[in-house]
């Protein structure tokens, strides 16, 4: 009777599940699979050339060979770039009117800077004023104070 009884429709289904790997072994697995990869003759290049055109990534650009007078030779410049070096130039213009005073921010800049100049040195005159009316006024007392005792005695 075994025999003629139906077949599982899935053979697997009786079987145990294999065992899990740990992410270490699919880590290592993967970047194993990526260095046979490198390793790997370009013999698939010349097989993907031959493939079907419909099959062929429309993004992906062909490799252009340079000869060696295109290299020195004078390019076009893309509006991008012209705009990049036209903004760089205009930056290094105004930078080197700010170092030599002549734009309005330098000027109000520089004139900040004197009046803060003026404040200090002002505040430093009086510091010193300050200081030597107080060497006077402790010579004065000294004296005073000798004065007395000189009458003292």
Known sequence: EEDN???PSNPNRNRAPPPAKSALATKDEGKAKKKAQVKAPKDDDAEEEE???DLVNPNRLAMKSMKISDINAPRQVSRREREQ???AEAK???M????QGKTDQAKADLARLAKIREERAAAQAKRQAEAEAKTAEIEAQK???AARN????
């Open 5 to 7: 009884a139906p077949a």
């Open 51 to 53: 493939e079907d055109p």
């Open 85 to 87: 070096k036209e903004k």
């Open 92 to 94: 290094e213009r105004f």
């Open 96 to 99: 080197k009117l700010q170092q």
């Open 143 to 145: 004296k005073a104070a």
């Open 150 to 153: 000189k009458r003292a005695t």
